[in-house]
């Protein structure tokens, strides 16, 4: 266990080392700052948004950011490898190649997970700064009363979306050693899944509902809501088993592609 956690230490340190990803943290944490001037200067003497508000509308700009920097990481991790030729080097340690790949996938996590805590402290605290507090959450729900609940749940459901799309941009690297190819196909998984949700759901069957675009949007049952499917009824944990299949069929190819390929071409 130690060594695979010095595993885990070692893919952290390749992630940190690179001014790539310093330059990422910088976005994460300017632009909910910027966001919360923008609505501090708009809203001028008149009071028109709490504090939760705002950080709730940056954040809806945020996490899409936070979901496509982590789409990179997760594409770099093992295509990069291939891409500047140390998978070779790698492979020679006394490591299994589950346990090389579980490492990558576990750091990638890691990488959206701290990224996400900073977007959320920074997007709290710049609100706050600029509106003041708020203990009231009729902005964000009208079925809930602490607005803590609410962006925590928010966050949460937010980072469940982003744990798909970063595996199947994990997958595509693995299956396809190519960073460019796993980063363009998961940032159009992130940008047309409404669109494509939308397409699915005039289909009107039933197994439109196992589809993995349609649950892509969690929000949809906060305040509520009775699911992502408009002419289907569902429940949020419905919709998480459903995309959980989809996270254990990607991480099976990615494992299947990765521990049977032959490195030595």
């Known amino acids: 266990m130690v060594d695979f956690w010095s595993l885990i230490l070692n893919e952290n340190m390749k992630i940190y080392r690179r001014v790539a990803t310093w330059i990422m943290l910088g976005f994460v944490v300017i632009m909910p700052l910027a966001m919360s001037v923008l609505f501090y200067f708009a809203a001028g003497d008149q009071d028109l948004a709490s504090n939760w508000w705002v950080m709730k509308t940056a954040s809806q700009i945020l996490f899409p950011l936070i979901t496509i920097f982590t789409a990179v990481k997760a594409s770099e ?156 009824e569902t429940t949020l944990g419905f919709s998480i088993a459903v995309l959980a299949v989809y996270v254990i069929i990607f991480n099976i190819v990615s494992w299947s592609v990765f521990v049977k390929r032959d490195v030595a071409a």
Request: proline residues 3%.
């Open 77 to 232: 991790s093992v295509a990069g490898e291939f891409t500047w030729g140390t998978i070779k080097l790698l492979l020679i340690r006394p490591w299994s190649r589950s346990s090389i790949l579980l490492s990558k996938y576990i750091s990638t996590i890691l990488f959206a997970l701290f990224f996400t805590i900073i977007g959320f402290v920074v997007s709290l605290l710049a609100s706050m700064a600029l509106f003041g507090y708020s203990n009231s959450a009729t902005d964000l729900s009208q079925t809930m009363n602490s607005p803590w609940t609410y962006m925590l749940e928010f966050y949460g459901l937010q980072f469940v979306s982003l744990i798909v799309i970063v595996t199947f941009g994990f997958m595509m690297s693995s299956a396809f050693r190519s960073s460019g190819l796993a980063i363009g196909l998961s940032i159009f998984l992130l940008l047309s899944g409404n669109l494509l949700a939308a397409l699915f759901a005039l289909a009107d069957k039933a197994w439109v509902k196992y589809v993995m675009f349609l649950h892509l949007d969690l929000t949809s049952y906060l305040n509520g809501g009775t699911g992502p499917i408009p002419n289907q």
